[in-house]
């Protein structure tokens, strides 16, 4: 209701279907940078900062479209991916002095290509056809097996396995998912005490 009443929504230039239709593109061709995706395709003729506007405007649609999406998708039997991603802010030689987002993004640590980054981190679940299943977005201070459980426990996966990289080692995570009936397999595993 907040979305189809909202202000002036009647006087759009641009209808709502082709800002989605655009960000969805932009997604598809792996296009990270909005200023790119704009410079090559266009945004309908809008500014980039009405696009931004606009497309905020509409995440509470998206989210009910992904929801709908994720209900006609049949993950029985299936195995669920979770991992994290880093989402830099800027370059890493100006991580002590980026102001963007303060208090809210700060600085950690990619472990995959070490180096020290500031911005965020997006933690996803994904079935392993690649359907989104849930993220969150946190700082990127954030370790991954923090943001683990509540992840999976938000998404209520119908599979009972969950695969995981090094990030998610840890027997309290393993233990507390076990509880709710999941099994998180992770490299080194095996090594673990009481792990098969």
């Not at 992840?151 to 695969?163: A, C, Y």
């Amino acid at each position: 209701s907040r979305l189809t009443h909202r202000r002036n929504a009647s006087l759009v230039k641009v209808p709502d279907y082709e800002i989605i239709a655009l960000l969805v593109w932009q997604s598809e061709e792996g296009i990270s940078s909005q200023r790119r995706f704009a410079r090559c395709w266009g945004l309908c003729g809008l500014s980039r900062s009405r696009f931004n506007r606009r497309a905020r405007a509409l995440l509470g649609i998206t989210a009910q479209i992904v929801n709908d999406l994720k209900s006609r998708v049949d993950l029985s039997d299936q195995y669920m991916i979770i991992d994290s991603l880093p989402m830099p802010l800027c370059q890493p030689i100006r991580n002590r002095r980026a102001k963007v987002f303060e208090g809210t993004a700060n600085i950690g640590y990619n472990s995959t290509k070490k180096f020290y980054y500031y911005g965020f981190k997006g933690h996803f679940a994904v079935s392993k056809d690649g359907y989104v299943l849930g993220y969150v977005i946190t700082k990127a201070s954030i370790h991954d097996a923090k943001e683990a459980e509540e992840l999976i426990l938000s998404t209520r996966p119908e599979g009972h396995f969950i695969l995981g990289d090094e990030g998610y080692i840890g027997e309290r995570l393993h233990d507390a998912l076990k509880i709710d009936g999941y099994i998180l397999w992770t490299p080194y595993r095996k090594n673990m005490k009481g792990a098969k």
